[in-house]
């Protein structure tokens, strides 16, 4: 009988050492999955501003493209003074007429395009993120129960050693 008690301490020593081994598995996969996490949030950040440096170069190209329709449009006015003087008024007006409100259907057409490619923009990365972040939560739940898997059958195999045959 001396030799059962040894045998249960045996046991409950190699038990608590899993234990401990499963716990610094468990901190080493967190500590790598938070710094994955960070990587990932890093390049999504950098993903973010170059977004916002393209809407802000766009909203340059949108306002430089109204300045030059205010600018033909005052160009324009003074080539039709000029013209009605000379009286080749008719045709020519209707032609820039025509050309401002091209250019300015332009300008609004792009100005839309761009805020709903920035809506939609943002919307994928909120719902990237998100998805990232579900992602991360299962891929620890999962490691946490594969490491509590291994402890277990690592306890079972202790105690199967353990019984009398």
């Known amino acids: 009988m001396p030799?059962?008690?040894?045998?249960?301490?045996s046991f409950w020593s190699q038990s608590a050492a899993a234990s401990e081994v499963h716990q610094q598995l468990l901190r080493r996969d967190r500590a790598r999955s938070a710094l994955t996490a960070r990587a990932k949030a890093a390049t999504v950040q950098k993903a973010l501003q170059d977004l916002e440096t393209l809407f802000a170069a766009m909203g340059r190209q949108y306002d430089d493209l109204e300045d030059g329709a205010q600018h033909d449009a005052r160009t324009g006015s003074r080539r039709m003074d000029r013209m009605d003087r000379e009286g080749t008024h008719g045709q020519a007006m209707q032609s820039m007429q025509w050309r401002l409100s091209e250019q300015q259907a332009t300008s609004r057409q792009l100005r839309t395009e761009l805020?709903?490619?920035?809506?939609?923009?943002?919307?994928?990365?909120?719902?990237?993120?998100?998805?990232?972040?579900d992602a991360q939560v299962h891929e620890l739940e999962l490691r946490e129960l594969r490491l509590q898997l291994a402890a277990s059958e690592h306890r079972n195999s202790q105690l199967s050693r353990s019984l009398p045959r």
Do not use: H, K
């Open 115 to 133: 805020a709903e490619s920035l809506y939609q923009e943002q919307a994928a990365q909120e719902a990237g993120l998100r998805l990232l972040t």
């Open 3 to 9: 030799s059962a008690p040894s045998e249960r301490e």
